[in-house]
């Protein structure tokens, strides 16, 4: 059975970077759509960006396109969320979830199948 587990997370100021990564342990991302969303307090988990199986396929939120960027090592059976020029807006506990297939642009949560523990983002100067 796959399990996620997202890492990277911390504090850093406006304008600063984070790389957010997350493992899969159980079996592969292969066949799987990967998705990161984020939630904060008070708001509903929103998508903020997904990659296909093989990373041929990448998509981005409006709020962090050119900001972010989403990539994968098949070797170390991990994606990551390369996060620059952060924002307070941003600051959110960002989850890793996965659902099958090959299409990126499903954004609802309900979506996705199985979720990390999610980890913290806070951006404050």
């Known amino acids: 059975q796959l399990q996620l587990a997202e890492s990277g997370g911390g504090v850093v100021q406006p304008g600063g970077s984070l790389n957010l990564s997350c493992v899969a342990s159980g079996r592969s991302f292969r066949g799987y759509v990967v998705g990161w969303f984020r939630q904060a307090p008070t708001k509903e988990r929103e998508w903020v960006s997904g990659i296909s199986s093989g990373g041929s396929y990448t998509n981005y939120a409006a709020s962090v396109t050119g900001r972010f960027f989403i990539s994968g090592d098949v070797a170390k059976n991990t994606i990551y969320l390369q996060m620059n020029n952060l924002k307070p807006e941003d600051t959110a506990i960002y989850y890793c979830?996965?659902?099958?297939?090959?299409?990126?642009?499903?954004?609802?949560?309900?979506?996705?199948?199985?979720w990390g523990q999610g980890t913290q983002v806070t951006v404050s100067s």
């Open positions: 979830a996965v659902r099958v297939g090959y299409n990126v642009n499903f954004f609802d949560p309900n979506d996705y199948d199985t």
